[in-house]
């Protein structure tokens, strides 16, 4: 039996595809003039300094320290220690020639007893970064929650009580009447069906919790929360820009059996559409009604189905599923097609998935505005003697990836910008810093940061693009 976590599903078939480091070709910076460059981080994943200015402990924190749940006992306490080295990180933003940031702010940094007495140095840190990027022209995107909520909530049924849903409003409020002044774009959640899915359905990552009846009460409650935090950000500030992030993956059929095509019906509207069928069409898809209905209290569609200025798509790769009974949703991850290439966390690589994905945005949840607001890859990036780390296959996927953008603008998907997954290495859930995303190598023993390949590659191809004035 596979150990459950997406992490170890997928085959480790990695096959090193490499193309040698170039210079973008013309082709590839086409897009529109004012589309947005950015790079993306998550408090958790690089903030470190767990126990500085006051923040409580997030359910991440009690995650981590707890024996055999993370990989190699790695924790987040220090990471990147980017909440002391942030100004040197937004520089790498600016000579990369970004123009927009997404970062998140951390719950319990803010209401370091998820509720309650709000911690002012916490949001000291976030208007510091927020002032430093304004001042390098860099637009900061803010996401109010990846996935670290204060463990004192936790403590109150986290995710699976729905007054959660209340407080996360509340939260959002506090942190708009200190930034919104100069924060335009406002994320709510990210990726709430990999939260509920891996957090609360498997167990493999924090709060530790598992089975059907919480991932349920969780996609519904972030749902919710969701719902509730759009309506009290456009009651504090009209003129905000509000939306929130979901992995948007393809669904594929592991072979051609009906069994596991009758499985892709259902798992499809588990991780996708129950995120974005009650946001953009006020229901649960047909497949999984009834699973989210006893969840279900009088308004609640209503709450949730609250327009939105856009959406963010995290893509990284096609999911292959099978009909599999006795798994937590009847179906599951399943074989991949001969021939396909993989990273080196084992995720197939198909950049026509994100086509796919940004097409059925446009066809069926009405071509709202969307960002790529992740996406990336994983590979093992040793510092090479001459001291570069030479991430060939990170600039192919890359590459790859920006093609099938310019195949979706083409095809008339509202895509407005894409940020890539990450700005730095990173500690990488339950993976610890065994799996490297970033365009900036960072050696964790000396914090020192080293643009790799693929960061020049992503230089070039936006200095080229804006020094030639693109269309
Ligand atoms: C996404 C997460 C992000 C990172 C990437 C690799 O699902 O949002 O934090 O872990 O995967």
Redesign the pocket.
Known sequence: MLRLSRRTLLPMLASAFSLRPQRASAAEYEFPPDFVWGAST?AY?IEGAVDADGRGKSIWDVFCHTPGKVKNGDTGDVACDHYHLWRDDIALLASGGFNAYRFSIAWSRILPAGEGAVEQRGLDFYDRLVDGLIARNITPWLCLY??DLPQAWQEKGGWLNRDVAEKFADYARIVARRLADRVQHWAMF??PN?HALFGHGFGSHAPGISGLPNMLAAIHHQNLAAGRALQALRAERATLRLGTVS?VQPVRPSSDRAEDRAAVARFDAMWNGAILDPLFKGGYPAAVADDFAPLIVNGDLQTIKQPVDFLGV?Y?APMYVAHAPRSLLGAWFGATPPGMRFTAFGWPIDAGGLTDALIRLRDDYGNPDVYVT?N?A?YDDPLGADGVVHDADRIAYLREHLAAARAALAAKCNLRGYFL??LLDNF??AEGYS?R?GIVHVDFASQKRTPKASYRWVEDLIARRVSAGTP
Do not use: L
Request: charged residues 20%; contains cysteine.
């Open positions: 998550s994943q990846h996935w990210n990726e990999v992995s995290n990284y992740e990336g994983c997954w990450s990488e859930w799996r995303f």
